[in-house]
C-alpha cells in the first residue's frame, strides 16, 4: 500500500538549516504530486511547499518563501525539503502527503499521509 515516511527533523537554533526526506513506496511516484504541510500546536495545519508529480511545476506559500525549497527525486521515490534560515515560528510537526499529478494549496485534497516529522527551531 501507499506509505510515505518523513525524516530529517530536529532541533536547529535560530537562523540554521534542514533538510526534511519523503521516501515514498506502494505506488507509482512520478505519477503523484508531493506537498509538505505543517501543524503547530494550537494551530491548524497548514501548507508549506509542493511539486507536481513530474517535478516540473512547485509552489511554496508566502510564509517560506524564499527560504524553503522543494525537490523531488523520482529515481529515489523522495522529495526534499530545504529549510534554510530557519525561524521560530517553523516550529511544527511537518508532514508530506500525496494526490494524483497535481498539487492543491487544500490539505483536504491530499489523500495519503506521512506519520510526521518534528521540526522545532529554539536557541
Known amino acids: 500500500q501507499l506509505q510515505l515516511v518523513e525524516s530529517g527533523g530536529g532541533l536547529v537554533q535560530p537562523g540554521g538549516s534542514l533538510r526534511l526526506s519523503c521516501a515514498a513506496s506502494g505506488f507509482t511516484f512520478d505519477n503523484y504530486a508531493i506537498g509538505w504541510f505543517r501543524q503547530a500546536p494550537g494551530k491548524e495545519r497548514e501548507g508549506v511547499s509542493c511539486t507536481s508529480s513530474s517535478g516540473g511545476w512547485s509552489n511554496s506559500f508566502d510564509s517560506v518563501k524564499g527560504r524553503f525549497t522543494i525537490s523531488r527525486d523520482n529515481a529515489k521515490n523522495t522529495v526534499y525539503l530545504q529549510m534554510n534560515s530557519l525561524k521560530p515560528e517553523d516550529t511544527a510537526i511537518y508532514y508530506c502527503?500525496?494526490?494524483?499529478?497535481?498539487?492543491?494549496?487544500?490539505?483536504?485534497?491530499?489523500?495519503?499521509w506521512g506519520q510526521g516529522t518534528q521540526v522545532t527551531v529554539s536557541s
Open positions: 502527503a500525496a494526490r494524483d499529478h497535481y498539487c492543491s494549496a487544500l490539505s483536504s485534497r491530499f489523500g495519503s
